[in-house]
């Protein structure tokens, strides 16, 4: 027989009081009470005191607690403060972890932007905070950075690409390609030839043939400029759709953990970005591996890297164009007399130096007397040239590592750890764009999402070994 319940035994009674904890209704497992248990968040304190006054002023908004508001927002992959202030409303979880009664009053939805704009634009506090994370996590030995991972994402900024304009800017060489013409001219000058550069003159060039300074054809080119946002850069890869975008250089140890990280214009290339970011932000973890995909394939970058000692993996690039018959791979290279020996076992010795760097080795045809290849490998020119960088030698001990055990097995842990991070920051975290405006404020908020999935994955870790929990005190003060 069917029973139909009343309407007093289905519907509980909204007017009813009753004695709770708002503790006891947060479960034991739930990610932010995990979080709040393993990360002291009170050494956010220290780094913020300076920026409010002890004795003037209405009380503020507790600091932890807004920043908390910021983390909680990327932890759920919000689109915006004010949908998880909103959601802060009705959700006593997200109270508890903010430390905000039943009844109390939900912060306004622009009270972290506005604290930004007065006190913490233009300071180092969101960096800071990431670093303070990042060190406690070295120092409890659950990071090794022994081995780096680095790549970078693209990230679509808040810029419509129809508002754009064309100008012309000007290209300055940065100090890494001041130290490769340096060398280049060095090279240049041992071999009875003008420089390329002329320091007195960083405006001009000297022309290889005729000797007089001319204009140089890199000093300015023309890039398409957001008037929305003109830090972002016009990215384009592929088949992708042009559109204004940022660039994150992220780099990871062995297990996933977020060490590093820059943000760039889109359209500046991963190799380009690369050296300063290892200058700045991971040299000081003394590395002995770094790990990087075919991105930042390069003789220069090779010898930079290998000048601190450290290894530098990364995989084999096809030869671009079309394979030559008698190409460079079919002449041996002599280290002691630094010259390459055709099949034919003809000498090509140093002739001259490109502005990139590569030795042309050069043999006339009239040297090559009978040769039967002749006609195949000169076809209709009179000399025969292989290009040889000046730092070849470093990518040739790159690519020998790349095949040694060691660098086959940490090349595959790649995909699971740089490749993870990118894939669960964009499809949970809201990495995949950005709402922020200016490269300032899109490095100081991703700091606060690069510490948020150190975070969480700093819980899912205990989680995972709770027995490692109970021994070990990791708390960030």
Same mark, same amino acid.
Not at 201 to 219: A, L, S
Not at 374 to 382: F, H
Not at 459 to 465: E, L, T
């Given at each position: 027989?069917?029973?139909?319940?009343?309407?007093?035994?289905?519907?509980?009674?909204?007017?009813?009081?009753?004695?709770?904890?708002?503790?006891?209704?947060?479960?034991?497992?739930?990610?932010?009470?995990?979080?709040?248990?393993?990360?002291? *968040?009170?050494?956010?304190?220290?780094?913020?005191?300076?920026?409010?006054?002890? +004795?003037? /002023?209405?009380?503020?908004?507790? %600091?932890?607690?807004?920043?908390?508001?910021?983390?909680?927002? #990327?932890?759920?992959?919000?689109?915006? =403060?004010?949908?998880?202030?909103?959601?802060?409303?009705?959700?006593?979880?997200?109270?508890?972890?903010?430390?905000?009664?039943?009844?109390?009053? =939900?912060?306004?939805?622009?009270?972290?932007?506005?604290?930004?704009?007065?006190?913490?634009?233009?300071?180092? =506090?969101?960096?800071?905070?990431?670093?303070?994370? =990042?060190?406690?996590?070295?120092?409890?030995?659950?990071?090794?950075?022994?081995?780096?991972?680095?790549?970078?994402?693209?990230?679509?900024?808040?810029?419509?690409?129809?508002?754009?304009?064309?100008?012309?800017?000007?290209?300055?060489?940065?100090?890494?390609?001041?130290?490769?013409?340096?060398?280049?001219?060095?090279?240049?000058?041992?071999?009875?030839?003008?420089?390329?550069?002329?320091?007195?003159?960083?405006?001009?060039?000297?022309? +290889?043939?005729?000797?007089?300074?001319?204009?140089?054809?890199?000093?300015?080119?023309?890039?398409?400029?957001?008037?929305?946002?003109?830090?972002?850069?016009? #990215?384009?890869?592929?088949?992708?759709?042009?559109?204004?975008?940022?660039?994150?250089?992220?780099?990871?140890?062995?297990? /996933?953990?977020?060490?590093?990280?820059?943000?760039?214009?889109?359209?500046?290339?991963?190799?380009?970005?690369?050296?300063?970011?290892?200058?700045?932000?991971?040299?000081?973890?003394?590395?002995?591996?770094?790990?990087?995909?075919?991105?930042?394939?390069?003789?220069?970058?090779?010898?930079?890297?290998?000048?601190?000692?450290?290894?530098?993996?990364?995989?084999?690039?096809?030869?671009?164009?079309?394979?030559?018959?008698?190409?460079?791979?079919?002449?041996?290279?002599?280290?002691? @007399?630094?010259?390459?020996?055709?099949?034919?076992?003809?000498?090509?010795?140093?002739?001259?130096?490109?502005?990139?760097?590569?030795?042309?080795?050069?043999?006339?045809?009239?040297?090559?007397?009978?040769?039967?290849?002749?006609?195949?490998?000169?076809?209709?020119?009179?000399?025969?040239?292989?290009?040889?960088?000046?730092?070849?030698?470093?990518?040739?001990? %790159?690519?020998?590592?790349?095949?040694?055990?060691?660098?086959?097995?940490?090349?595959?842990?790649?995909?699971?750890?740089?490749?993870?991070?990118?894939?669960? /920051?964009?499809?949970?975290?809201?990495?995949?764009?950005?709402?922020?405006? /200016?490269?300032?404020?899109?490095?100081?908020?991703?700091?606060?999402?690069? @510490?948020?999935?150190?975070?969480?994955?700093?819980?899912?870790?205990?989680?995972? *070994?709770?027995?490692?929990?109970?021994?070990?005190?990791?708390?960030?003060?």
């Amino acid at each position: 027989m069917y029973y139909e319940k009343s309407k007093q035994d289905i519907i509980f009674d909204r007017n009813q009081l009753q004695m709770i904890c708002v503790d006891d209704l947060v479960p034991e497992d739930h990610l932010l009470r995990r979080i709040e248990n393993i990360v002291d *968040f009170s050494f956010i304190y220290k780094l913020t005191k300076e920026y409010y006054s002890q +004795d003037n /002023g209405r009380p503020c908004l507790d %600091t932890v607690i807004l920043f908390k508001i910021v983390l909680l927002n #990327f932890l759920t992959g919000k689109n915006s =403060v004010r949908a998880t202030l909103e959601e802060t409303k009705v959700n006593l979880a997200y109270r508890w972890f903010l430390g905000l009664g039943v009844t109390s009053l =939900v912060p306004n939805h622009s009270t972290f932007s506005q604290n930004y704009i007065r006190r913490y634009s233009g300071t180092k =506090v969101f960096e800071k905070i990431f670093s303070v994370i =990042v060190t406690k996590i070295i120092e409890a030995g659950l990071a090794d950075p022994s081995v780096i991972f680095v790549d970078g994402t693209h990230i679509k900024a808040n810029a419509n690409k129809h508002k754009s304009i064309k100008k012309q800017v000007r290209v300055i060489a940065d100090q890494y390609q001041k130290e490769l013409e340096k060398e280049v001219d060095e090279f240049r000058e041992l071999n009875g030839r003008d420089k390329y550069h002329d320091d007195s003159n960083d405006d001009g060039m000297i022309d +290889d043939k005729t000797g007089e300074i001319v204009e140089r054809k890199d000093d300015t080119k023309v890039v398409t400029l957001s008037t929305t946002d003109p830090d972002a850069g016009m #990215f384009v890869k592929g088949e992708h759709e042009r559109q204004f975008a940022y660039v994150d250089q992220v780099a990871c140890d062995r297990h /996933g953990w977020i060490l590093a990280f820059e943000v760039n214009p889109g359209n500046m290339h991963d190799s380009k970005a690369f050296l300063p970011f290892f200058e700045h932000k991971l040299a000081w973890l003394n590395p002995k591996t770094i790990c990087c995909d075919a991105g930042y394939v390069s003789a220069y970058l090779a010898y930079q890297i290998q000048k601190h000692n450290i290894n530098f993996l990364v995989p084999y690039v096809r030869p671009k164009g079309r394979e030559q018959l008698f190409g460079k791979k079919q002449f041996d290279y002599y280290i002691e @007399a630094d010259s390459y020996l055709c099949p034919g076992r003809k000498e090509l010795l140093p002739w001259n130096i490109t502005k990139d760097g590569s030795i042309e080795y050069k043999i006339h045809k009239d040297e090559c007397g009978a040769c039967i290849d002749k006609p195949i490998c000169l076809k209709q020119y009179s000399f025969k040239t292989i290009r040889r960088h000046i730092y070849e030698d470093c990518l040739e001990q %790159t690519r020998a590592y790349r095949l040694t055990p060691e660098g086959k097995e940490l090349y595959k842990l790649r995909k699971e750890t740089i490749e993870r991070v990118f894939a669960e /920051g964009k499809e949970k975290h809201g990495l995949r764009f950005t709402r922020y405006k /200016g490269r300032e404020k899109n490095t100081d908020m991703r700091a606060l999402l690069y @510490a948020c999935l150190n975070i969480k994955k700093l819980a899912n870790h205990f989680k995972r *070994f709770a027995s490692i929990q109970d021994n070990m005190n990791l708390q960030m003060a």
